[in-house]
Every structure is written in structure tokens, then in C-alpha cells.
């Protein structure tokens, strides 16, 4: 029996010292809060002195020493399966451009290049064209796996770039010159360029054409079928034109007039596609050149912010310096 009393004795004592240890942790948080609170209040002067000298300074560097970013957004939509070889190009143009590693007669005029400090691009990440993807490549997983399935920190990345439609592309410049806007067209003219994509471009086109103008005939084929089972005259089958469906079934009129509705379909399709892969990718926006709006080149912003840091750092520094020297006193 005193056992038991013991033990429930002990272990009212533990708890107790567990609540203790709990009070004490929340009374030197708030002591915390309430110091830093009159730290701020003692000190309000001179954070106000600083965030003040900050701005002023910032002013005065960009009277003196004018330095203004622009930049220009363009959205593009790539074909023929080019989206690694622009990514490739941006990556490889940006090499150059930091090596200086440019001919004097080529494409690009040396003063912009002077003033060119990037180009950029990433996709535009719509889950939409994910699904849209894996349906192209008849994929038997449902929507909610093919989502569940993705990496979330790489959707933006080299892995997934071929399956998102849309590209942005931005072009960075450290200083506005006489007709920056068409470098970002230059750029995409060389991009153009491409040997091997302007032969897959050429082939692609024939095919269309020639899907086009096969299933053109095969309406006028059915057009003319139909008439002359209206009149109740034979029919001849043309060798020329593609025989729909099975040989063995008998031809209604219901049946050719669904057949010429597909090929229609089919048709505007073709043209539809004909008209929008003229180009190795098609330009969905193109933005005007505006000024940065980046926190790291607006100096009158950053000036302050800098030295507000460096103010508060070394108050903190000099606190953590007083509480290692209490520590260390402590017999």
C-alpha cells in the first residue's frame, strides 16, 4: 500500500515539474516579446534615422548613377516536338553572352548585345496540358494519378517542359537603346533557322496536304454517290478515291452522310493545323519592354532595406555576444 502511494506520489511530482518547466518556457517567450517591443521603442529614432538615410541615399544613387533594368516578355508555342532544342538554344545563347563569345558580323547587332544581361524561359504550367499530354500518348492512367504522380518540385523543370503548351520568355537589358524591341524578334528568327526542323516542318506540311486534298476528293466521291442514289442511277466506284468502311457492308445514305461528316471534320482539322504550325513555334503575346519592377534593382528600395539589416544584425550580434558571456560566467 505504500508502495502504491509512493508512486502516485511520484508521479504527481513529475507532472507537477513538467508544468512547471512548460510555465517558465511561455513567461521567458513573452519576456522576449516584451523586450523586443521596448528595444524598438527605445531605438525608434534611430531605425527611423536609418530607413530615412536609406532612402536618401538610394535617391541620390540613382540621380548621380542612373542605372534602370527593362525587360520584355514573350509567350510562345512550340511544334514539331522543338521545346528542349529552344530551351538548348536560350541555355547556349546565354553562354555566349556571358563569355562575350560573339562575331562581329553576326545576326545580332553588338550594341544590344551590350546591353542584353539574360534571356530566360519556362513554361507555363497549367495541369490542363499535363493531362492533354498523357491522352496524346493514349495512356491508360486516370487523371487523378497522372497529377498524384508528378513530382511538385520539378513540374517546372527540364523533366516535364515537353508536356506544358505555352513557354515564357523574358529578355533582360541593363539599358534602353534604339531598337531593343526588335532583338527579341531577331532572336526568335534564329531560332527559326533551324536546318532540321524547317525538313520535318516541309514534310509535315506535304502530309497535311496531301491528307487535305485525299479526303476533299472522298466527299465529293460521297456527294456525288448520294446524288445518284437520289436519282436511281447505277453507281460506279472510282478506283481513284478511298473506299470508307467495311467492303462487306452495303452503303446507306445515313451511313456516307456520318462518313463525309468525319472527313469534313477531319478536313478543317487539317487546315486548322496547316494554318497554326507555319512556324516552328507560334508567338501567343508579345509584351512591351518595361522597366524591372525587381526588388534587387530598384536601389531606393533596396538601400534601405540593407541598411535596416545591417542596423538590427549587429544589436543582435551584440545581444547573442552578452548572453555567450553571461553563459560562460556561470560557475
Same mark, same amino acid.
Given at each position: ?94 553562354? +555566349? ?21 539574360k534571356i530566360t524561359i519556362e513554361p507555363v504550367v497549367d495541369y490542363g496540358d499535363i493531362l492533354n499530354f498523357y491522352k496524346s500518348m493514349e495512356s491508360p492512367s486516370l487523371p ?26 523574358? &529578355? ?24 532540321? &526542323? ?13 491528307? !487535305? ?15 445518284? !442514289? ?19 457492308? !452495303? ?5 456516307? !452522310? ?6 469534313? +471534320? ?32 530598384? +536601389? ?32
Amino acid at each position: 500500500m505504500s508502495d502504491t502511494k509512493k508512486m502516485i506520489n511520484s508521479e504527481e511530482i513529475d507532472l507537477g515539474q513538467l508544468l512547471k518547466l512548460i510555465s517558465t518556457f511561455f513567461k521567458k517567450i513573452l519576456i522576449a516579446f516584451f523586450d523586443l517591443i521596448n528595444f524598438f521603442k527605445k531605438k525608434f529614432f534611430m531605425l527611423a534615422a536609418v530607413v530615412i538615410i536609406g532612402i536618401a541615399g538610394g535617391f541620390v544613387l540613382e540621380y548621380f548613377f542612373p542605372k534602370q533594368n527593362y525587360v520584355q516578355e514573350i509567350i510562345i508555342e512550340p511544334n514539331y516536338d522543338s521545346t528542349v532544342y529552344i530551351y538548348d538554344f536560350v541555355k547556349q545563347f546565354n553562354q +555566349r553572352l556571358e563569355y562575350d563569345n560573339f562575331n562581329k558580323n553576326e545576326f545580332f547587332e553588338q550594341r544590344i548585345l551590350k546591353e542584353l544581361s539574360k534571356i530566360t524561359i519556362e513554361p507555363v504550367v497549367d495541369y490542363g496540358d499535363i493531362l492533354n499530354f498523357y491522352k496524346s500518348m493514349e495512356s491508360p492512367s486516370l487523371p487523378h494519378d497522372i497529377i498524384s504522380s508528378l513530382e511538385p518540385d520539378l513540374v517546372g523543370s527540364q523533366k516535364y517542359i515537353n508536356q506544358f503548351r505555352f513557354h515564357k520568355m523574358h &529578355f533582360y537589358f541593363d539599358e534602353k537603346v534604339m531598337n531593343i524591341e526588335g532583338f527579341s524578334s531577331s532572336f526568335l528568327e534564329k531560332i527559326e533557322s533551324n536546318n532540321y &526542323f524547317i525538313k520535318r516542318k516541309k514534310i509535315a506540311y506535304q502530309k497535311l496536304n496531301m491528307n !487535305i486534298k485525299e479526303n476533299e476528293k472522298s466527299v465529293l466521291f460521297i456527294n456525288d454517290y448520294i446524288a445518284k !442514289i437520289s436519282e436511281n442511277k447505277s453507281v460506279n466506284l472510282s478506283s481513284e478515291v478511298v473506299v470508307l468502311g467495311n467492303e462487306n457492308e !452495303i452503303p446507306t445514305v445515313a451511313s456516307l !452522310i456520318r462518313e463525309k461528316n468525319d472527313l469534313l +471534320r477531319e478536313i478543317a482539322d487539317d487546315k486548322e493545323e496547316l494554318q497554326m504550325h507555319q512556324m516552328l513555334f507560334n508567338i501567343v503575346k508579345t509584351g512591351n519592354l518595361m522597366e524591372d519592377k525587381n526588388l534587387l534593382n530598384n +536601389r531606393k528600395k533596396l538601400l534601405p532595406l540593407v541598411l535596416l539589416g545591417c542596423f538590427l544584425g549587429f544589436y543582435l550580434l551584440r545581444f547573442l555576444y552578452s548572453k555567450s558571456q553571461a553563459f560562460v560566467a556561470i560557475p
